[in-house]
């Protein structure tokens, strides 16, 4: 009754207006907060087996070195004076083979790659995984190996692309045959890879510690294993100390690494600007709905001041405001996490062309800051209401 009493004078142009604007701010803030979820593994994911502050490092190219490169080794006294640098929690150099290794990568029977390769290794204590999977003993003919991540884009990209094959990721490490024949000494034999990781920092094929000092031993037994990268673990990546050292000292961190740490912050930048956006229209809409609610009770007063005369709560009186404002709030937010997930939709399938290897992302973060927008703007609504409603009825007292 009170509801049919007070519609009279509901501007509908008005409430469309405040849904539109709230809709297009609770999509904006919703969908950046979503899309920084996803998109963000992108640049910060870590390899499988180092974590996000661990860099390699490699000396520069004509700083003083020799065109066959000999001076680009270091010395075990520079990697103590490197290790001795604050913002260095520890370091290690790549072992390389000293012998001749030939690798066939074929993914469910298919070849991907057949080519002349080497090995590197660094300390066990350095590769973040479980060691179960992560080690070797003598006599073994299976070997543990962290594969380039370009060689998967390779096959993904290349072979996958143009016959239809299935992608591969992470997840399905399993369907990649990895064949290894190392020769050196007089020796010839042949090993299986399992590969239990990709790396995005690495060049070359990683295998355990143990396995490289006996196979140098083995096959190569009179040449002397040179550390020509350093893997350094930073206390802060940020630190400029880090950049300034390395170019004084005349090195450099390999693979972007840096780059791909500026793309981040710039991403949050972005995204953040995007959600302040989004906020902004968000509280101009809830300004428009407040002006319309306002105008609205200014309409009806003396509807209401009887209303209170007579005997009616100010609850009571406030309730119908009150639905009507919940009802277009709890619109507005399921058509935003609609919109979102449709647009999610839609480039989750670009992003899955182009990282295959990315894990699907959850929903969880937009959901959560969605239902704690629709609660907050609702309780402020629903106060405010009833605020105004108070002071129609003390005026009138």
Same mark, same amino acid.
């Given at each position: 009754?009170?509801?049919?009493?007070?519609?009279?004078?509901?501007?509908?142009?008005?409430?469309?207006?405040?849904?539109?604007?709230?809709?297009?701010?609770?999509?904006?803030?919703?969908?950046?907060?979503?899309?920084?979820?996803?998109?963000?593994?992108?640049?910060?994911?870590?390899?499988?087996?180092?974590?996000?502050?661990?860099?390699?490092?490699?000396?520069?190219?004509?700083?003083?070195?020799?065109?066959?490169?000999?001076?680009?080794?270091?010395?075990?006294?520079?990697?103590?004076?490197?290790?001795?640098?604050?913002?260095?929690?520890?370091?290690?150099?790549?072992?390389?083979?000293?012998?001749?290794?030939?690798?066939?990568?074929?993914?469910?029977?298919?070849?991907?790659?057949?080519?002349?390769?080497?090995?590197?290794?660094?300390?066990?204590?350095?590769?973040?995984?479980?060691?179960?999977?992560?080690?070797?003993?003598?006599?073994?003919?299976?070997?543990?190996?962290?594969?380039?991540?370009?060689?998967?884009?390779?096959?993904?990209?290349?072979?996958?692309?143009?016959?239809?094959?299935?992608?591969?990721?992470?997840?399905?490490?399993?369907?990649?045959?990895?064949?290894?024949?190392?020769?050196?000494?007089?020796?010839?034999?042949?090993?299986?890879?399992?590969?239990?990781?990709?790396?995005?920092?690495?060049?070359?094929?990683?295998?355990?510690?143990?396995?490289?000092?006996?196979?140098?031993?083995?096959?190569?037994?009179?040449?002397?294993?040179?550390?020509?990268?350093?893997?350094?673990?930073?206390?802060?990546?940020?630190?400029?100390?880090?950049?300034?050292?390395?170019?004084?000292?005349?090195?450099?961190?390999?693979?972007?690494? &840096?780059?791909?740490?500026?793309? @981040?912050? +710039? %991403?949050?930048?972005? =995204?953040?600007? $995007?959600? /302040?956006?989004?906020?902004? #229209?968000?509280?101009?809409?809830?300004?428009?709905?407040?002006?319309?609610?306002?105008?609205?009770?200014?309409?009806?007063?003396?509807?209401?001041?009887?209303?209170?005369?007579?005997?009616?709560?100010?609850?009571?009186?406030?309730?119908?405001?009150?639905?009507?404002?919940?009802?277009?709030?709890?619109?507005?937010?399921?058509?935003?996490?609609?919109?979102?997930?449709?647009?999610?939709?839609?480039?989750?399938?670009?992003?899955?062309?182009?990282?295959?290897?990315?894990?699907?992302?959850?929903?969880?973060? &937009?959901?959560?800051?969605?239902? @704690?927008? +629709? %609660?907050?703007?609702? =309780?402020?609504? $629903?106060? /405010?209401?009833?605020?105004? #409603?108070?002071?129609?009825?003390?005026?009138?007292?």
């Amino acid at each position: 009754m009170i509801w049919k009493l007070l519609r009279a004078h509901i501007s509908i142009p008005q409430f469309v207006g405040f849904l539109f604007a709230n809709l297009c701010g609770m999509v904006i803030v919703l969908l950046g907060i979503q899309f920084y979820n996803d998109v963000m593994p992108v640049f910060t994911q870590e390899d499988s087996f180092m974590k996000a502050n661990y860099v390699v490092v490699s000396k520069q190219i004509g700083m003083g070195t020799t065109i066959s490169g000999a001076d680009t080794d270091f010395s075990e006294k520079e990697i103590a004076e490197v290790a001795s640098q604050p913002f260095v929690q520890k370091v290690c150099g790549f072992s390389s083979t000293c012998y001749k290794v030939d690798a066939r990568m074929g993914v469910s029977g298919q070849p991907v790659l057949s080519s002349e390769l080497f090995f590197e290794s660094v300390p066990d204590d350095f590769v973040e995984m479980d060691k179960s999977q992560w080690g070797w003993k003598e006599g073994q003919k299976e070997v543990p190996v962290i594969v380039p991540r370009t060689y998967i884009d390779m096959y993904n990209f290349g072979y996958a692309q143009s016959h239809n094959a299935p992608k591969i990721s992470q997840s399905v490490m399993g369907m990649i045959d990895f064949s290894i024949i190392i020769k050196g000494d007089g020796h010839e034999d042949t090993y299986k890879g399992r590969v239990v990781g990709f790396s995005s920092s690495l060049s070359c094929i990683l295998v355990p510690q143990s396995f490289m000092d006996w196979s140098n031993g083995y096959y190569a037994p009179k040449d002397n294993v040179s550390h020509t990268r350093l893997l350094m673990q930073l206390t802060n990546a940020a630190d400029k100390n880090v950049e300034s050292y390395l170019e004084e000292h005349g090195m450099e961190i390999e693979q972007d690494q &840096m780059e791909q740490e500026k793309m @981040a912050y +710039f %991403l949050r930048i972005v =995204i953040g600007l $995007v959600m /302040i956006v989004g906020l902004v #229209i968000s509280a101009l809409s809830f300004y428009i709905l407040m002006l319309s609610i306002y105008l609205l009770v200014q309409k009806n007063a003396k509807k209401l001041e009887n209303l209170l005369l007579i005997g009616y709560s100010p609850s009571k009186v406030a309730r119908p405001y009150q639905l009507l404002t919940v009802s277009l709030n709890v619109i507005v937010l399921i058509i935003a996490m609609i919109v979102v997930i449709a647009v999610r939709t839609y480039y989750m399938n670009i992003i899955a062309d182009v990282y295959p290897e990315l894990a699907n992302g959850t929903l969880l973060p &937009m959901i959560v800051v969605g239902i @704690a927008l +629709f %609660l907050l703007v609702t =309780i402020l609504n $629903v106060f /405010i209401i009833y605020r105004k #409603i108070i002071q129609i009825w003390f005026k009138k007292a």
